[in-house]
């Protein structure tokens, strides 16, 4: 207020009064000085509404930027032009990522010269998830960038080190990241296909492993630069498992499962279909997998077996907007909630959607995509009884003499269906393993639950995308694994074997 005072008596000072000019036909008019003593009043009355906007909208503006670097300053400092980042590089040698077990991810090597390198001791395993430093950055090395080139060791060793001439050592990240389920889940990939593995903790949203192949050497990103960054076919830097999109095929009845059920709470149990391997519907014409005719089925038993014609003629009978509300609040067509790059699932259902759509929702096809991490959300909130978990993978920050500078801890995104809801389906998923399509996950140590899914993306020819999503054990859910597989096959025979190598490796 004070400042808008000063401001007004400044402006007050400056302004003159004007001579009125005399009119060109000399017919003159004689203005009285009350007259105008009154519209000086209102010019100055004006002036001063101006004024004042003006201060206050200084004012605003001040508050909002101080406020902004206040609580954006993560966000400052790692834009690139900020020179403060530069100085701390200059100060501060970047810190080193851990997995959750201790092991390290990513260091950074000073030799006798003073010249620093960033060390990647695992090579390729966790290309995609740690990510590089060089040549802009990725993963938790563009995520976590503000801590890893700030040190909050003590003043008193901050001191002693100018003093040597050395440079403070930054802080350092610890994942949740597990070295043996992602070493196992990138083996189990394999070198001949490309595609994605996710593997979470569902009651709490801890990533244990994150693979996405093709993958690359971040110890050699300046060499390969040029080439991946050319390589658009393959699209080495994409992290799949986030960013990824696909056809979800049938691992999305699980969504259209849960619609039914929502839509038809008192009668879901009796529903009964008579599947002849096909549905036509106006001049469209839905098909299961290879022609299967599987008879008479109720909805548990169009699930294990994932009959298609069920589920499209489920789709026919939807209340668009639930089904538009049932999606939406389960993140699709929205940002995930994550700390990392990931990319938006894609699924729209509006009033005039058509029942050619409708159909072709229900069985994951048509336009739906959807990213490997966000199937994992889904299941690891049916996994947790209804509750959806944001996923993480750092858990701490800590300074170079272990004191811990920040905690990341579990956090919900509340629960996106209900309780009950989700107990059918688990019950659903258990028969998939028992009877239907993951026959290859029963009898073991463990129980496992899931869905199989092949998306196809190439209707013409029938190629399709292998998926599976579950989790294990079926009645205390602790680990939940995606896979996509892309260009394999059938999810039964190719993704499902390799879930089973990562829940084999967790109860190991
Ligand atoms: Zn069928």
């Given at each position: 207020m004070k400042t808008m005072k000063t401001m007004k008596n400044g402006k007050t000072g400056k302004h003159k009064k004007k001579r009125i000019p005399a009119r060109k036909d000399g017919n003159r008019r004689i203005q009285k000085p009350d007259e105008i003593q009154k519209r000086d009043g209102i010019k100055k009355k004006e002036i001063m509404q101006v004024t004042y906007f003006f201060t206050a909208l200084f004012l605003i503006l001040s508050i909002y930027i101080v406020t902004y670097a206040a609580t954006h300053e993560e966000e400052l400092v790692n834009n690139s032009y900020n020179p403060r980042q530069q100085m701390l590089i200059t100060q501060n040698t970047r810190g080193s990522i851990y997995s959750a077990d201790g092991e390290v991810l990513a260091r950074t090597v000073t030799d006798d010269n003073g010249k620093s390198k960033r060390e990647y001791p695992f090579g390729n395993l966790f290309a995609h998830a740690?990510?590089?430093?060089s040549h802009g950055r990725m993963g938790i090395e563009a995520q976590m960038n503000y801590y890893l080139i700030n040190s909050n060791v003590p003043f008193s060793q901050k001191a002693?080190?100018?003093?040597?001439g050395k440079k403070n050592p930054g802080d350092n990240v610890y994942t949740t990241l597990d070295v043996k389920l992602q070493e196992t889940a990138s083996e189990a990939m394999g070198v001949v296909y490309d595609g994605a593995i996710v593997a979470m903790n569902p009651k709490t949203g801890e990533v244990y492993a994150m693979v996405s192949k093709p993958d690359f050497d971040p110890n050699q990103i300046d060499t390969i630069w040029e080439q991946v960054i050319s390589d658009t076919e393959s699209s080495v830097l994409l992290n799949r498992v986030s960013q990824g999109m696909y056809p979800a095929g049938s691992t999305f009845k699980i969504v259209t499962a849960l619609e039914y059920i929502r839509e038809n709470p008192d009668s879901y149990s009796g529903y009964r279909y008579d599947c002849s391997g096909s549905l036509t519907h106006g001049e469209d014409k839905i098909s299961c997998y290879h022609g299967t005719k599987h008879g008479s089925v109720d909805l548990k038993k169009s699930f294990a077996k994932s009959c298609n014609t069920s589920f499209a003629n489920m789709g026919?009978?939807?209340?668009?907007k639930s089904f538009g509300d049932t999606v939406q609040k389960l993140y699709f067509n929205r940002e995930l909630p994550v700390d990392f790059a990931s990319s938006q699932s894609r699924l729209i259902v509006e009033e005039d959607t058509t029942d050619s759509d409708m159909m072709q929702n229900a069985i994951g096809q048509g336009k739906t995509q959807i990213s490997p991490?966000?199937?994992?959300?889904?299941?690891?909130a049916v996994a947790n009884d209804g509750e959806m978990m944001k996923p993480y993978l750092v858990s701490e920050v800590k300074s170079a003499d272990h004191t811990t500078v920040k905690k990341y801890t579990s956090e919900s995104l509340g629960r996106v269906m209900s309780k009950e809801e989700a107990a059918v389906l688990k019950e659903y998923m258990q028969e998939v393993v028992k009877s239907g399509t993951a026959t290859k996950l029963s009898g073991l140590s463990y129980t496992a639950a899931g869905k199989t899914g092949s998306a196809e993306y190439n209707t013409v020819k029938g190629e399709s995308h292998a998926w599976f999503t579950g989790y294990a054990p079926a009645d205390d859910p602790e680990i939940?694994?995606?896979?996509i597989i892309e260009r394999a096959g059938s999810g039964g025979d190719y993704a499902v074997p390799i879930a089973k190598r990562v829940f084999d490796a967790y109860f190991e």
């Open positions: 740690v990510g590089y430093a002693e080190n100018e003093a040597a026919l009978s939807f209340d668009r991490l966000h199937l994992a959300m889904i299941t690891s939940v694994v995606t896979v």
